[in-house]
């Protein structure tokens, strides 16, 4: 916790299929959604979700260039790499990013946990793409659901 904020470190690997890659390499842009939940546990009913956060990213390859690009879609910033490598190792490194205020968990012993997923979004694809994607297991990239504790 740093200012009263708790932050998140990780580090995510990104894995392609053949056909992600192809398509990213004959420029085809990729976003990937990192989610970010905050919950606290209830035991009589369903855990109350504190806080949501998205991150939203673009991952292109421009052919001309050589080079990989990728775009925070929240603020606008670009970065560029010379491989995928560097690329997804960029996308893949969270420090420090915000996810809580302390003010907006309750110091009565409650039970909070933070929870992690990436994904592609298919819905951001060209459309010629989307029903293929859609359907073929090729597409359908996504992280498991990764958890940790969080102890006001």
Known sequence: MIENIYRVNADI?????AETEKA?????????????????HRRWLWDKTINTVM???????????GYYLVTNIQNGERQQFQNLNNATGY??????????????LD???AEYY????VKLDIQSLPAPLRPLAYLSTQWRLSSPTYAWGIHP
């Open 13 to 17: 690997d990104y894995h392609f299929s």
């Open 114 to 117: 933070g929870l992690i997923n």
């Open 107 to 109: 110091a009565d012993n």
């Open 91 to 104: 996308l893949g490194k969270l420090k420090n990013y915000p996810l809580i205020t302390r003010n907006a």
């Open 24 to 40: 990213l390499t004959h420029g085809v842009p990729l976003q990937f959604d990192t989610y970010f939940k905050v919950k606290k």
């Open 55 to 65: 991150l939203k990213y673009k991952l292109q390859y421009h052919p001309l260039s």
